[in-house]
C-alpha cells in the first residue's frame, strides 16, 4: 500500500496521512487533493510510505488535482521547513500561504502562460561611480553564498549596483530574486528594471495583483522563464530552480515582517534562502536595521558603503533643527519653514512637509466636559477625517459621522486638537492660494493607480507643495525637491519601544534623503523642541554609523536584540482577566526545560484593546538563539495541550519587532 504524508493549512503541527491508490506515481512535492473535515482541501506531500500508524479502515485517499504543476521543488520545501521550525509555525501553513491562490484551491483550471513583454530600452546606462563599480565588483566576485550589507547614503545609487549585479547573473542564464518593502515602491523600480533589461523577462509579485497575474508570474519563476523576479515579502518563497542572486532594497524596513498568519521575517528568510541555495545576498539601506549593522561589524556580513551621492553636483542636505521652544508656531509652521517654501516657489522649486499622521487632527474634543473621540472598540482615539467628515479607527476601521455637538454633555463649541496632514494642506492652501498642494498619505493613494498619478504629477513637476507620510519618505527621486520640512518628529523621541528611536531616526533620513539629489543643493529644516536629542545631532552629521554604535551600546547594555533572542505569546480575550490567566498558567507549563530562558511577567500590550479584544502578552528571552530555538516547541506543545477557555486565541511570535 502506498501512504503519501501531507502536509495541510491547518492549525496544527503535524503530517496527515492518506492512501494513494491512483495508477500514476505519487512523489515528495507534489500537491494533492485530499478529504478533511466536511470538505477537500489541497496538501503537499511531505513523504511517501507504505506504513502508516492510522488504521487501515481509517485511512482516506488522496487525488491528483487537475493541473500540470510539477511536485514543488525540494528547496523550497527546505526553506519551509526551516521556516516552520524557526517561527514555530505549522509546516503546511508555511507552505500554502506562499502559493498563489489558485494553486491552494482543489477546483480550479490550471492556467500556464506568459506574458511576452516588449519595452522601452533605457536611453543611456550612467556609468557607474568608483564606490559603484568596487560594490559591483565585490558581490560578482562572490563564490557562493555571501551575505553584504550595502550601506549607501539617500541618493548614492544602491539600486544601480543591484542591477548592474543582476545584469551579470542574467547574463550568466541565471534568475535574480529582488525584494521590496511596499507595493508603493515596486512601480518606480519596476518601469526601471523594465527598461534597463528589454530581453529579459521580469515579473512582479504583490499582494495588489490580481490573482490570476500573481499565479503566472509565480509560474514563470517556477519554470525558470522569468529571468528577475520583483517582489515584496510573500515574493520570498517562489521557487526559482536557477536562482543566482537574492536582494533586499531598504532591508530595515518593518513591512518585511509579516504580522499575522505565520509570522516571518522575509529579510531572515532571504538570507536563509541564500545560503541554503548557496548564492550572494545583498541587503541595502541607508539606515540598515541595527540587527544586520552588527552582523556586518562583527564580520558575520560583508559591508560595502556608497558614501558619496551618484548626481556629481548633488551633496548631502544641509539639516537645520527649528527650536519650537523659541520659534512660535502658527497653525505647526515656524517662521523659518514658511519663509523657506517661500523661497522655493519664487524659485519653481517643490517643498515637501512630512507629518507622519494622516486625517485632519488626530482627536476630537469638547473642552467642556473633557469628552474625547474614542474608539469604542480600542484603546485609541477616533481620528477627525473632514475630507468626508468621519471620524476614524486606524486601528480597527471603525467609523462614525462628526457629531455636531458634544455626545456626552450637548456642548456645540467641539473642537479638532493636534494635526494632521489634511490639516496642513489645508493652511498651506489658504497660505499660499497660487501653489499647487499635493497630499500623498494612504487616504488619498488608496490604490496603486492613484498613487501612481500622483507620482508622475509630483515628477511632472505639476505640485509645488508635497504633504505627506512616510509614503512619501523613500525610495523616490523628485528632481526639482529641494526643500523638506519636518513636523511632529518629537512624539516618537520618548516612545517606551527600544526600537523607536531606531524607526524615527531611519524615517527622518530617509525622508531628508528627498530633499537635493539632483543638481539643486537640499535643504531639510525639523522643527523640534529638543534640539539638543543625540539622535538630531547625529542627524545633522549624517552620521549613521555613530548613532548605530551609540544605539547598540544601549542595547548591549540593556540586554536588548540583537544581544538577545526573544518571542512573545500573545493572547487575546474579551476580557483582560482571562487572557492574563491563559498566559500566566502558560508561564508554568515546560518548567524543566528552560534553563538560559529569562521569562518576563505576563503584561497587557500596549494597545491593550483592539476590536473589542483584550490583549495581552509574556516575553521570554535568551541569550543563545539555540536555547530559545530548544525551548520553544517544547513550550508551544505544553500551552497547546492547555484547556483553552472560549474565544480565547494565542499565538507565538519569534524575533518580534512589535510590543
Ligand atoms: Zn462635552
Ligand atoms: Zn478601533
Known amino acids: 500500500m502506498v501512504i503519501v504524508r501531507v502536509a495541510l493549512a491547518v492549525p496544527l503541527h503535524r503530517l496527515f496521512d492518506y492512501r494513494w491508490l491512483e495508477s500514476s506515481p505519487v512523489g515528495v512535492g507534489q500537491r494533492v487533493r485530499v478529504p478533511f473535515g466536511k470538505g477537500e482541501r489541497v496538501g503537499v506531500v511531505i513523504a511517501v510510505t507504505a506504513q502508516s500508524e492510522v488504521p487501515e479502515a481509517q485511512l482516506k485517499d488522496a487525488c491528483l488535482l487537475d493541473d500540470d504543476l510539477p511536485p514543488l521543488p525540494g528547496d523550497f520545501l527546505r526553506l519551509c521547513e526551516f521556516v516552520s521550525t524557526y517561527y514555530q509555525a505549522p509546516l503546511g501553513e508555511v507552505m500554502l500561504q506562499a502559493l498563489p491562490a489558485g494553486l491552494r484551491r482543489t477546483r480550479t483550471p490550471h492556467r500556464r502562460c506568459i506574458k511576452a513583454s516588449t519595452h522601452q530600452a533605457q536611453g543611456s546606462v550612467p556609468a557607474p561611480t568608483p564606490e559603484q563599480a568596487a560594490a559591483v565588483a565585490e558581490i560578482l ?106 536582494v533586499v532594497d531598504e532591508e530595515h524596513d518593518a513591512s518585511f515582517k509579516q504580522q499575522d498568519g505565520v509570522r516571518y521575517s522575509a529579510r531572515d528568510v532571504a538570507v536563509m534562502r541564500a545560503s541554503m541555495a548557496g548564492v550572494p545576498v545583498v541587503l541595502g539601506s541607508a539606515t540598515p536595521s541595527l540587527e544586520s549593522w552588527s552582523n556586518a561589524v562583527q564580520g558575520r556580513y560583508r559591508k560595502l558603503n556608497l558614501t558619496r551621492r551618484a548626481h556629481e553636483e548633488a551633496s548631502l542636505p544641509a539639516v537645520t533643527l527649528i527650536d519650537t521652544r523659541r520659534a512660535p508656531l502658527v497653525e505647526g509652521f515656524s517662521e523659518r519653514l514658511v519663509a523657506a517654501i517661500e523661497t522655493r516657489l519664487e524659485r519653481g522649486e517643490q517643498s515637501l512637509i512630512f507629518l507622519n499622521r494622516r486625517g485632519y487632527a488626530p482627536v476630537l474634543a469638547c473642552g467642556a466636559c473633557g469628552w474625547v473621540s474614542r474608539c469604542r472598540r480600542c484603546a485609541a482615539n477616533l481620528v477627525l477625517h473632514l475630507a468626508d467628515r468621519r471620524l476614524r479607527c486606524h486601528h480597527c476601521g471603525f467609523e462614525a459621522s462628526v457629531p455636531v455637538a458634544c455626545p456626552t454633555c450637548g456642548n456645540q463649541d467641539i473642537h479638532p486638537f493636534g494635526r494632521g496632514t489634511q490639516r496642513l494642506e489645508q493652511w498651506l492652501c489658504e497660505r499660499f492660494p497660487a501653489a499647487n498642494v499635493l497630499r500623498v498619505d494612504r487616504d488619498s493613494a488608496k490604490r496603486r493607480t492613484q498613487w501612481e498619478a500622483m507620482l508622475a504629477r509630483i515628477q511632472a513637476g505639476d505640485a509645488d507643495i508635497l504633504v505627506g507620510t512616510q509614503m512619501l519618505a523613500k525610495g523616490h527621486d523628485f528632481p526639482k525637491l529641494t526643500l523638506v520640512g519636518v513636523l511632529g518628529a518629537d512624539a516618537a523621541l520618548f516612545a517606551a519601544d527600544c526600537r523607536a528611536s531606531e524607526r524615527l531616526f531611519a524615517q527622518l533620513m530617509q525622508v531628508a534623503g528627498r530633499a537635493g539629489r539632483a543638481s539643486h543643493p537640499g535643504e531639510v529644516l525639523i522643527q523640534t523642541q529638543y534640539p539638543d536629542q543625540p539622535l538630531f545631532r547625529a542627524l545633522q552629521a549624517h552620521d549613521y554609523p555613530g548613532f548605530a554604535e551609540a544605539l547598540l551600546r544601549e542595547r548591549a547594555q540593556a540586554g536588548f536584540p540583537p544581544y538577545a533572542y526573544q518571542a512573545i505569546l500573545r493572547a487575546e480575550h ?3 482577566a482571562t487572557a492574563l490567566a491563559f498566559l500566566n498558567a502558560a508561564a508554568g507549563l515546560a518548567e524543566a526545560d528552560r534553563s538560559g530562558i529569562t521569562f518576563y511577567d505576563a503584561v497587557p500590550m500596549r494597545m491593550a484593546r483592539l476590536a473589542s479584544l483584550e490583549r495581552a502578552q509574556i516575553l521570554v528571552e535568551s541569550v543563545s538563539r539555540r536555547a530559545l530555538q530548544a525551548f520553544l516547541p517544547v513550550w508551544r506543545e505544553a500551552i497547546a495541550a492547555l484547556r483553552m477557555p472560549s474565544r480565547l486565541r494565542w499565538h507565538l511570535e519569534v524575533d518580534p519587532l512589535e510590543f
Open 141 to 246: 566576485g562572490a563564490q557562493g553564498y555571501v551575505p553584504f550589507l550595502l550601506h549607501g547614503v539617500t541618493g548614492s545609487g544602491k539600486t544601480e549596483v543591484y542591477l548592474r549585479a543582476v545584469e551579470r547573473i542574467i547574463d550568466l542564464g541565471q534568475q535574480a530574486l529582488i525584494l521590496v518593502p511596499e507595493i508603493n515602491l515596486t512601480p518606480q523600480l519596476e518601469a526601471r528594471v523594465r527598461a534597463r533589461f528589454p530581453a529579459a523577462r521580469v515579473v512582479a509579485l504583490h499582494s495588489e495583483m490580481g490573482e490570476a497575474a500573481r499565479e503566472r508570474n509565480w509560474c514563470a519563476a517556477f519554470a525558470g522563464e522569468a529571468d528577475i523576479v520583483l517582489g515584496t515579502r510573500l515574493a520570498v518563497f517562489t521557487p526559482m530552480p536557477a536562482l543566482g542572486l537574492v
Open 574 to 576: 474579551p476580557e483582560m
